[in-house]
Each structure stands twice: as structure tokens, then as C-alpha cells.
């Protein structure tokens, strides 16, 4: 068997004499880590940054090695402990952790951290992780790290909020993956939005036989299923009121009974839920029960929409690619398919982009990248049009400006161009949304997509 690596370990001494540093560095070495002492921006990996005092001159250091990597510790030798103002200016700037101190506390201090940084950095090159959650943006690179964390060394409820299409699915499963328990068992995955209201408490809790019409026999639901493994609550903020009720109890105690039974039954799981609403103004207008919300949100993690991180779109694409059976081996897009599908727009997110690239790769034929022919007709770009006309004009300019002088920002200028254009194209098209999608240049689930997220009707 191979033996495990020693942890590699840059570190920078900012304004301070190398034997100040030299008997940490030493400790450290001692407890298994690899310390190399970065004469150059660092490449990867964890790093340290050992200073006395706080400066305008650190933090612009601290960019600088953030440029490239993100696992940063600041460690304040001496007896000067930095300011408040300083350790949240210094998070700011990209560090992970400050502490302070010296001797036998500090060294235990940055080595646990360490150890535990390691560890997560060493996951996330596992193929747990690897093949199910694609991107290399910053954005995405420090939700997985959280993810893998609070997966591998908590059992901590988890709350995913997110919109429609930004893999909260894939996330709840990758947490089920990591999870360390020796007797762990499968992942149960309740989706609320079609749990029947009548028949709530059995989907959850299980029935006994004879408990209401129809039930010719005992039936288990998921939190028995759920026993020693993960329970996944898909789109949680539609439960029913009642059925909160039902839920927090279970969670709290861990024990429930089956609709007709007497009998109290004991379950042990990890939760994690999903919703793609604001459970916080559900919980102030009174829709979502408070003390249910802090029960299920002890971690929250907010993947980021596909806008966020545009710096996945084309290893995205390249990994859909790849799970096509093509005779001709693995493609790639050309740069005309590639800077299109880097501009385009995803309502959906990375949903609505496995949809657009596996019907290219569908359409594909031959060796060679996908091209603009293998676009569907209806993803074609409307630039000739849009120039034929001379657009925009004059009275496009004027309402602009009106828009800025009363104090729109450009957020908002475009946000309500963009709704002008979709309520004009369906009243145009007498309510055809396949025609009035054509003509914005976008699908028709794009379309319904966004309609949807803005209550138009």
C-alpha cells in the first residue's frame, strides 16, 4: 500500500525575521507537514501568511496570493493580537482564518486547521466529486469545498437553496456520498411538491393496514426507509402546514408513528432539504414555520445560478459531451459554438444547458467539433434582423435616459427592457409562447422559465 503523502504546505513571512517563524515552521514539520517557503506566487494548496502587524501592505499581499489559490491562513505572531476591524478586513480579502498567538497553543491551532483543509482539498479531487459537480470557477470551487466539509465531518441538518436547474439534487447527493458512517445506508428522496395532502403522513411516516380506505396493508414510508442512511426533502417549503407540524417533531425527537398506529417508532437519519423559494419571507409572512426553518437549516448552502459562474459553461459542456455514446469519440464545440453558448442566457442553469448540449450532440454526425449547424433552429441568434431594422433608435435612447435620471441602475434598465420585450412578443403572437420564444431568440422553456420567475401570466 502506498503511503499516505505528507501534507505540502507554503507559507510567507510578511514583516517578520525568519527566526520569528522558524520554531513554528519547525513544530509544524514535526507534526507531519511538509513546510516550503514560497519565494514566488504559490501554485496551490493550503498556504500561511505569518505577519505581526496589520497592514494595507498585507492585505494587498494576501491578493495577490489569492490569485491563484484559496486556501489561505493568516497567523499574527507575537504579543499584538490584530483588531476586530482587521480580522474581518482580512477574511475580506480572501483569507479562510485568522488566529493569533505563539508557542504550544498556536501550533496546535493552524495544525488542526490545516489537517482538517487537507483533508477537504483531497476530496474534492475524488471522483465522488468529480464526476457529478463540474466547475473550476471560484464561485463553485468554494460552495463544494463548504459542501464537503459539512458532509464528511458533521451530521448537521443541511438546507440547499437554489433556483430550478442549479443542482440541488446532485449536491444532496454528494453530502449522502461523503457521509463517514460505517453502517450508512441509501438516500431516501421525498419530493413535497407531489406528496397528496390526504395521504402526507403515510408518504413520510408509513401506515398500518386498515388506517384509511385503500390500505389492504402495512406500508413503511420514508423515515423508516430513511433509518441509518439520508432523508432528501425536494422543494420542503411546499409542505403543508399540518404536515410542518408532524415533521419538526420527528426531527426533534427522532421518533414517529405510522398513520392507525399506536406504537412509536424510532429513526435515525441525516436531513437535508431543497427548495428553490425564500423560506426566510415564507417564514416572516407566516407560510413556513419558524422553529422548522432553524431546525432544517443548521448549514445552508446556496448554490450559484449558471450567471454567477459563466466560467463552467464550456468544461459543462465538455462533460455532457462526454456522456454521449458518439461513434466518433469525444467532440468538442468550435470557437463560433463556443462563444454562444458562453453569451447565452440560462433561465434553467445548468438544467437548461445539459438540454441545449445534448441535443447538439444528438444532431452531431462525423468526426470533428460540434458546429453551428448542429445548433437547433431555434437557438439561432437574431443579428441580422435586429440590424436590418436600425435598432436601437432614438426613443429607445430617451426612455434610457429617462430611466437613469430618475435612478434606475443598469440592473434594473435591463431588467425591464427585457420584461417590455417578452409582454410585447406574446401580445404580438395572440399568446403563442413557441412563437413569441422564437422571436426573442430564446426556447420555449427559457421562456416559460422566465415568465414563471416573474409571476407574469
Not at 445506508?185 to 413520510?204: F, H, K, N, Q, W
Not at 384509511?212 to 414510508?221: E, H, I, Y
Not at 429513526?267 to 419558524?290: I, Y
Not at 440592473?411 to 410585447?424: G, K, L, W, Y
Request: hydrophobic letters at 40%.
Amino acid at each position: 500500500m502506498e503511503a499516505a503523502r505528507s501534507p505540502s504546505i507554503w507559507h510567507r513571512a510578511h514583516d517578520l525575521a525568519p527566526s520569528a517563524v522558524a520554531p513554528v515552521l519547525e513544530a509544524l514539520r514535526q507534526k507531519g507537514f511538509d513546510m516550503e517557503r514560497a519565494e514566488t506566487l504559490p501554485g496551490n494548496g493550503c498556504g500561511i501568511v505569518f505577519f505581526s502587524q496589520f497592514s494595507t501592505s498585507l492585505l494587498s499581499l494576501i491578493e495577490q496570493l489569492l490569485g491563484r489559490q484559496r486556501m489561505l491562513l493568516c497567523v499574527a505572531l507575537g504579543d499584538e493580537r490584530p483588531a476586530s476591524t482587521a480580522v474581518w478586513q482580512l477574511l475580506s480579502a480572501g483569507a479562510r482564518d485568522v488566529i493569533a498567538g505563539s508557542g504550544h497553543s498556536a501550533v496546535e491551532q493552524i495544525a488542526s486547521r490545516l489537517k482538517r483543509w487537507h483533508e477537504v482539498e483531497r476530496l474534492l479531487k475524488s471522483d465522488a466529486v468529480a464526476r457529478t459537480l463540474v466547475g473550476v470557477s471560484p464561485a463553485w470551487r468554494d460552495l463544494l469545498r463548504q459542501v464537503v466539509e459539512v458532509a464528511r465531518f458533521t451530521d448537521t441538518p443541511v438546507l440547499i437553496i437554489g433556483e430550478t436547474g442549479t443542482g440541488k439534487e446532485l449536491i444532496a447527493k454528494l453530502i449522502h456520498d461523503l457521509d463517514p458512517r460505517s453502517n450508512r445506508r441509501e438516500m431516501v428522496t421525498a419530493d413535497c411538491t407531489t406528496i397528496v395532502p390526504e395521504l402526507s403522513g403515510s408518504e413520510l411516516f408509513g401506515h398500518e393496514r386498515g388506517a384509511f380506505t385503500g390500505a389492504v396493508s402495512a406500508r413503511d414510508g420514508a423515515f423508516a426507509l430513511a433509518h441509518h442512511g439520508t432523508l432528501f426533502l425536494d422543494e420542503v417549503g411546499e409542505l403543508p402546514p399540518a404536515l410542518q407540524a408532524q415533521l419538526l417533531r420527528a426531527i426533534q425527537e427522532k421518533i414517529y408513528k405510522r398513520v392507525g398506529g399506536n406504537t412509536w417508532q424510532q429513526t435515525d437519519f441525516r436531513l437535508v432539504c431543497a427548495t428553490n423559494r425564500d423560506l426566510l419571507a415564507d417564514v416572516k409572512s407566516g407560510v413556513f414555520r419558524s422553529d422548522l426553518y432553524y431546525r432544517i437549516a443548521s448549514w445552508v448552502v446556496h448554490p450559484p445560478p449558471l450567471k454567477d459562474r459563466r466560467e463552467d459553461i464550456l468544461p459543462l459542456t465538455r462533460h455532457f459531451l462526454a456522456s454521449l455514446d458518439l461513434n466518433d469519440g469525444p467532440v468538442e464545440c468550435d470557437l463560433a459554438v463556443a462563444e454562444y453558448l458562453h453569451s447565452r442566457e440560462y433561465p434553467g442553469n445548468v438544467r437548461e444547458l445539459r438540454q441545449l448540449v445534448l441535443r447538439m450532440g444528438q444532431r452531431h454526425v462525423g468526426p470533428g467539433p460540434i458546429t453551428v449547424g448542429d445548433l437547433p433552429a431555434e437557438e439561432w441568434p437574431t443579428i441580422q434582423r435586429a440590424a436590418r431594422h436600425q435598432w436601437p433608435d432614438g426613443e429607445f435612447t430617451e426612455a434610457v435616459r429617462r430611466g437613469l435620471e430618475s435612478g434606475a441602475a443598469l440592473r434594473e434598465i435591463s431588467h425591464a427592457a427585457t420584461e417590455a420585450a417578452i409582454q410585447i412578443a406574446v401580445q404580438q403572437e395572440q399568446g403563442n409562447l413557441q412563437k413569441a420564444a422564437k422571436r426573442l431568440g430564446v426556447t420555449d422553456r427559457a421562456l416559460q422559465l422566465r415568465r414563471a420567475a416573474t409571476g407574469t401570466r
